[in-house]
């Protein structure tokens, strides 16, 4: 759902390892979604993308898996960096409607 | 390239005021949109413009919440009255939306403090 408590969910990684952060959407028939990194006193930042054709994309050390069936949307970054310290939000969208950004998830990058 | 401008950066004003936030989005997009993020309710979209013209404004919260969008290059975000519950911070995004949907691009908010 799209309600958001008090409390991010946090994701704790340490460095060098790879991250996953998953995010369950809502609209069967979204057919586009994206990834956004929001790092403190900043808007949110566009990491990668991937439309409902498709099942997977890479980009630089990200990757974005998408299993229709079950509505669900995986961002993995491999060896984690500590600017990679951000909340990620998915977002999907429905056929040009309006973006549904999801809570979010805190990733926290420890030394 | 410019991205998504975004003024005032931060806004403190006492409640009962008017506040004005502004906006200018990257040359060439023809989608604009104006979110609110706090951390009980996240992102929420207020309104969107494409073309100019206001396309969904079912996300403004209330009659005290206005947006225009004049021309192609300048939106502005207005309250009046403003409350204290409407302490945020204000996004601007946007984005090129032709046959495919692109992703939208964000500025750096406007975070605002209602007293």
């Known amino acids: 759902g799209e309600s958001v408590g008090l409390h991010l969910p946090t994701l704790s990684v340490q460095e060098g390892d790879n991250s996953i952060i998953n995010c369950a959407y809502s609209?069967?028939?979204?057919?586009?979604f994206i990834w956004y990194k929001q790092e403190s006193g900043k808007g949110p930042q566009f990491i990668i993308d991937?439309?409902?054709?498709?099942d997977k994309r890479q980009g630089q050390r990200v990757t974005v898996l998408l299993n229709k069936t079950v509505k669900h949307l995986s961002l993995q970054i491999a060896a984690t960096q500590p600017g990679d310290s951000a909340v990620y939000f998915c977002a999907e969208n429905n056929y040009g409607q309006n973006f549904v950004f999801g809570p979010g998830t805190r990733l926290s990058v420890l030394p | 390239d410019a991205g998504v401008i975004q003024s005032p950066r931060h806004e403190v004003t006492e409640m009962g005021q008017e506040v004005t936030l502004r906006c200018k989005p990257i040359?060439?997009?023809?989608?604009l949109f104006w979110y609110r993020q706090t951390m009980m309710r996240g992102l929420e979209l207020l309104i969107y413009f494409n073309n100019n013209v206001p396309i969904d404004d079912s996300g403004m919260p209330e009659d005290r919440f206005s947006a225009k969008m004049p021309n192609a290059s300048f939106s502005t975000l207005k309250i009046q009255p403003s409350e204290p519950r409407d302490s945020a911070v204000y996004f601007c995004a946007s984005s090129q939306q032709g046959n495919s949907n692109q992703p939208q691009h964000f500025g750096d908010g406007t975070r605002l403090s209602i007293l």
């Open positions: 991937i439309r409902s054709n498709m």
């Open positions: 040359s060439g997009h023809n989608s």
């Open positions: 609209n069967s028939a979204s057919d586009y």
